[in-house]
């Protein structure tokens, strides 16, 4: 079409009369008069946009593949995360487990001396009123707790009560300098005094200064007055080293104590006393002791060489 007057003119008209039809459609609508024909157009040119559209869908799907990337990237972080917490649920799963078989070796030490017992929580550590060997559990007055309180663990004597609080208490534990518990030597009986040095093995002072003491003896609290703040039979430790008498009244030995003071976790304070001192029954069965093997000595003898005897049982040759 050439650029005349009249042609600019009809350019005008069709500009006029298609923002008038996009204005009527806006107004109208799902009701637009225009929809009919909007549908005509998509029935016509839809083949079309189809192969347009096929045309253009390799950079499509390459857009598609960048942002699912990311997708994916947030998927792969999402998985981490979730392993993260999995491996975090069974490391608790584990220290579970631990405590677990820690409260079982409590509970049945506590039966078999017929102790009544409140377990508790370590939750602290540390100097406490003066005491370097101190911690402090999760059970208080509120609890039944008062001073004065054996505290003990599976393995044995773990300490006692000296502070009370509403819902936490300190126990002042066995290693500890200032701490003194009476001892009963394992089917002997004979009597000492048990004291605490920190990260060295307990000092005994046995009564007797003639007691016969051996190394692997082991000894329980020998208990209190009114069972404060000892009660009778808690496995204290073995005899690892016994110093010589030297004539003197009483006798020094040394213990290793079966409880380790650097990673309590689940204790128990005995609230309520036995009524008959358990004796040695709170101690574990010592291990069998192994079956010596006996050993056969075998001697080859060379051939051709008589017996030891001299005697010849064969036919001499004539």
Do not use: C
């Not at 972080?77 to 993260?84: F, S, T």
């Not at 975090?88 to 579970?96: C, I, P, Y």
Request: glycine share 12%.
């Amino acid at each position: 079409m050439r650029d005349t007057r009249e042609s600019r003119l009809l350019l005008v008209l069709l500009i006029a009369i298609a923002f008038a039809l996009i204005t009527v459609d806006i107004r109208g609508g799902e009701d637009s008069p225009v929809d009919g024909a909007r549908q005509a157009a998509a029935t016509v040119f839809g083949p079309v946009e189809n192969g347009v559209s096929s045309a253009v869908d390799p950079i499509g799907n390459a857009i598609g593949a960048v942002r699912d990337s990311g997708d994916r990237h947030d998927r792969i972080a999402e998985l981490e995360r979730q392993n993260a917490a999995l491996k975090a649920k069974l490391g608790s799963d584990d220290r579970n487990r631990s405590r677990v078989r820690q409260l079982d070796s409590m509970l049945k030490s506590a039966g078999a001396g017929q102790y009544g017992i409140k377990g508790a929580e370590v939750i602290g550590i540390g100097a406490a009123q003066g005491f370097s060997w101190t911690v402090t559990i999760d059970a208080g007055a509120n609890d039944g707790l008062k001073r004065d309180m054996t505290v003990l663990n599976g393995d044995g004597l773990v300490g006692r009560v000296t502070t009370v609080g509403p819902s936490t208490a300190t126990v002042l534990l066995a290693n500890d300098p200032d701490f003194t518990v009476g001892t009963r030597m394992e089917k002997t009986d004979e009597l000492g005094f048990a004291t605490g040095q920190g990260d060295r093995p307990l000092s005994v002072q046995m009564l007797n200064g003639k007691a016969e003491v051996k190394k692997g003896d082991r000894l329980v609290t020998f208990g209190s007055q009114r069972d404060k703040p000892f009660v009778p039979g808690v496995p204290v430790g073995e005899v690892v080293r016994v110093d010589p008498s030297g004539g003197d009244l009483t006798r020094n030995i040394f213990i290793k104590p079966y409880v380790g003071f650097t990673k309590l976790d689940i204790v128990g304070v005995v609230v309520e006393a036995p009524r008959e001192d358990p004796r040695d029954t709170v101690l574990p069965k010592k291990p069998a002791k192994p079956k010596p093997t006996p050993t056969v000595t075998v001697t080859a003898t060379p051939s051709g060489q008589p017996p030891a005897d001299g005697v010849d049982n064969g036919n001499d040759e004539q």
